[in-house]
């Protein structure tokens, strides 16, 4: 699907991350041209009044720029880990992330 500028085009493939209060969406995407490029978007549920909105962030990614944001991600998530939280178990949040993912195929089942 395309609106009038050439964004929200069809999803060639998707991944959905589930962080707490905001979800992650991994979404990759081609131009007209048969190029492809991955929007990531966060979104986060706000509540206002009896009802319910969608706050979203969305970040366009280009292949030319795939490789310099996934080192400059790594090395950002690397320093926290290493340099600015050495003693903290990040591995618990892959138990956790593991165990929602298997109650959401079970739930879709």
């Known amino acids: 699907m ?8 069809e999803e060639i493939f998707s991944k959905k ?3 707490g209060k ?8 081609s131009t007209r041209g048969n190029d492809y490029y991955l929007t990531i978007t ?3 549920r706000r509540m206002n009044g009896d009802s ?6 969305k970040i366009f990614l280009y292949k030319e720029d795939f490789f310099k944001f996934v080192n400059a991600l ?3 998530v690397d320093h926290v ?4 939280l050495p003693d903290f178990d990040f591995e618990q ?4 992330d593991s165990e929602s993912e298997m109650n959401d195929e079970l739930r879709w089942e």
Not at 2 to 9: I, K, L, M, Q
């Open 2 to 9: 395309e609106d009038n500028r050439g964004y929200d085009r």
């Open 17 to 19: 991350v589930k962080a």
């Open 22 to 29: 905001r979800t992650y969406f991994f979404d990759i995407k």
């Open 42 to 44: 966060e979104s986060k």
């Open 52 to 57: 319910f909105s969608y706050e979203k962030h």
């Open 74 to 76: 790594n090395e950002a």
């Open 81 to 84: 880990k290493n340099d600015l």
């Open 93 to 96: 949040y892959e138990n956790e």
